[in-house]
Every structure is written in C-alpha cells, then in structure tokens.
T-cell receptor
Framework: AQTVTQSQPEMSVQEAETVTLSCTYD???????LFWYKQPPSRQMILVIR??????QNATENRFSVNFQKAAKSFSLKISDSQLGDTAMYFC????????????FGTGTRLQVFP | DTAVSQTPKYLVTQMGNDKSIKCEQN?????MYWYKQDSKKFLKIMFS???????INETVPNRFSPKSPDKAHLNLHINSLELGDSAVYFC?????????????FGPGTRLTVL
C-alpha cells in the first residue's frame, strides 16, 4: 500500500522569505503522480502543483516549485517570496497512474506566514 | 460559475438522523469522488464514481450510500448518523480516471453530529 508522510506538522516563515515543505512517500509503482494541495482557512482545497513521476524535470508554478527525487521518494515544495496569502494547510498527495484515481494524502503541514 | 459545488456548506444534526449532502460539477467531468476530512485534518477517499458507476468503495460503513443520478451529480446519503461521522466532506471531480487529470474539489460540507 502507498503511504505519504509529511514530517513537519507546522512551519512558519517571514513574508518575502523562502520556505520548503517536506514530503516522502512509499510505493512500489513506477508510474504515478504527485500533488501539493493548499487548504486556506476558507477550507477550499486548491491544487498548487503536480508532478508526473516519469518526468525528470521538476514542476514549477510561479513562486511554487518542487524538488522531486524519485530514487529517494521525496517530493518537497518550495515557496519563494512568501506572501501572507500563502498561510494555509499544505497537503502532499499521491496517485497511482492508469485507472486508479484515488488521492492518498499526507497528514498536512500548517504554514504560517508572518509579516 | 462554480466548478464543483456542494450543498449544504454546514449541517448540524442529531445522532440517529438521516441526512444527505449534494454535489454538482459543471466541468463536464466523467469521474466524481467523496473524501472525508477528520478533526485532525486527515483526508481520505470514501467513494469514486465514473460515468455513474461505482469504482471505489473504500471500506466505508454501509450507512453511507452514494448516489449518482447522472455524471454531473454525486450525492452522499448517511443513515443513522453517529458522533464519529462529524467531519468535513469534500466532493471532487476529474475528467477521467487516470492520474493525468487533476481532481478539483468542492468547498466542503462541515457535518456536526450532536
């Protein structure tokens, strides 16, 4: 069975600084997908970034980028130039490829951005 | 033009009651899901439907019964509510069943059982 581990329950960062959230996963699959979702106090689940395991290039979305280390089964999220609006719970999630569609979530990291 | 909507957003009810949560998506997606987020914020899949067909039933008590009248709707009916059912329930949808498609989430329904 696949598992996703987020070892940092809480993190904090000052506005404009950079922060990295950790995620590791365990799987025997070769084809899979990884995601970071953000859940602000509004409760809405918002996709931040996704990575296909077969792609070596790390995904980037504006201030958000990942460091995907397939051999180490690590998928960390880097937030650059942190903004107050980045304050949220961040969930790492795993999905097997090909006709298996459930997201397996980590326990989340609560990020607080301070002015 | 909400993509995935849920009603109600908040639901407070007594133990033993039966309640339903409705979900609708206007994205033209084929697959819909129900996830449960417990008090510790842990999210877990409950059900998945593809074109009105049940695909995933993740060892959920049979008091929970999903119903998909068409592929744009996936409702969740809960019988004989228990205290432990208190949680936030999220509906989500994706284009198909592969990981190439992103799952889009609704705003969640906070269920409180007293």
């Amino acid at each position: 069975a696949q598992t996703v581990t987020q070892s940092q329950p809480e993190m904090s960062v000052q506005e404009a600084e950079t922060v990295t959230l950790s995620c590791t996963y365990d799987t025997s699959e070769n084809n899979y997908y990884l995601f970071w979702y953000k859940q602000p106090p509004s409760r809405q689940m918002i996709l931040v970034i996704r990575q296909e395991a077969y792609k070596q290039q790390n995904a980037t979305e504006n201030r958000f980028s990942v460091n995907f280390q397939k051999a180490a089964k690590s998928f960390s999220l880097k937030i650059s130039d942190s903004q107050l609006g980045d304050t949220a719970m961040y969930f790492c999630a795993f999905m097997k490829g090909l006709l298996t569609d459930k997201l397996i979530f980590g326990t989340g990291t609560r990020l607080q951005v301070f002015p | 033009d909400t993509a995935v909507s849920q009603t109600p957003k908040y639901l407070v009810t007594q133990m033993g009651n039966d309640k339903s949560i409705k979900c609708e998506q206007n994205l033209g997606h084929d697959t819909m899901y129900w996830y449960k987020q417990d008090s510790k914020k842990f999210l877990k899949i409950m059900f998945s439907y593809n074109n009105k067909e049940l695909i995933i039933n993740e060892t959920v008590p049979n008091r929970f019964s999903p119903k998909s009248p068409d592929k744009a709707h996936l409702n969740l009916h809960i019988n004989s509510l228990e205290l432990g059912d208190s949680a936030v329930y999220f509906c989500a949808s994706s284009q198909d069943r592969s990981g190439t498609d992103t799952q889009y989430f609704g705003p969640g329904t906070r269920l409180t059982v007293l």
